[in-house]
T-cell receptor, first 113, second 111 residues
Framework: DADVTQTPRNRITKTGKRIMLECSQT?????MYWYRQDPGLGLRLIYY???????NKGEISDGYSVSRQAQAKFSLSLESAIPNQTALYFC????????????FGPGTRLTVL | QKEVEQNSGPLSVPEGAIASLNCTYS??????FFWYRQYSGKSPELIMF????GDKEDGRFTAQLNKASQYVSLLIRDSQPSDSATYLC???????????FGTGTSLTVIP
């Protein structure tokens, strides 16, 4: 079984719809991250969480919200999707030890029409 | 100024040659430096990490770090067509306690 799973893997939705992307991990890592990737812009951090009670905004959090339901689960919500949120979304995890690299899930390709 | 800068390429090398990928970063407080490989449509995969100045070798890969120049590089020896991918440089955690990624360098190894 994969260490980090993301659901759904692909999603097409319409402008204005609410959508949730889910991430689960079995690596036992405390830290979890949501990134989006766009051509030419690289990976940009949306939100990150160092434990269940700790949620932090990344560089592009506007239009997104997150929930850390448990150590192993971290979900990303788009309250009212817009076309420029069309991107590849990655969940990542890392160990508590500072400097441990992020380990990425398989990604969710989201298209907003 | 971006936190992490990479030449986007594309970089093309013949099979068997050495591919050299470069990265600069702006946060002098950064402590950890990583190279990820990403195939088209797939997630980034960690291939090298380096924490101290100097060289670190792992098989055909060598990571080089120069903190004074804020420069990180990745050398791929005996390049293979299967090395064709985008290579992402990542740096952190620095003063913002985050990891920052470059936009990636696209590498093509020509058989």
């Amino acid at each position: 079984d994969a260490d980090v799973t993301q659901t759904p893997r692909n999603r097409i939705t319409k402008t204005g719809k609410r959508i949730m992307l889910e991430c689960s991990q079995t690596k036992g890592h405390d830290r979890m991250y949501w990134y989006r990737q766009d051509p030419g812009l690289g990976l940009r951090l949306i939100y990150y969480s160092f434990d269940v009670k700790d949620i932090n905004k990344g560089e592009i959090s506007d239009g997104y919200s997150v929930s850390r339901q448990a150590q192993a689960k971290f979900s990303l919500s788009l309250e009212s999707a817009i076309p420029n949120q069309t991107a590849l979304y990655f969940c990542a995890t890392s160990d508590l030890m500072s400097g441990s690299p992020p380990f990425f899930g398989p990604g969710t390709r989201l298209t907003v029409l | 100024q971006k936190e992490v800068e990479q030449n986007s390429g594309p970089l093309s090398v013949p099979e068997g040659a050495i591919a050299s990928l470069n990265c600069t970063y702006s946060d002098r407080g950064s402590q950890s430096f990583f190279w990820y490989r990403q195939y088209s449509g797939k997630s980034p995969e960690l291939i090298m990490f380096i924490y101290s100045n100097g060289d670190k070798e792992d098989g055909r890969f060598t990571a080089q770090l120069n903190k004074a120049s804020q420069y990180v590089s990745l050398l791929i020896r005996d390049s293979q067509p299967s090395d064709s991918a985008t290579y992402l440089c990542a740096v952190g955690p620095g003063t913002g306690n985050q990891f920052y990624f470059g936009t990636g360098t696209s590498l093509t190894v020509i058989p």
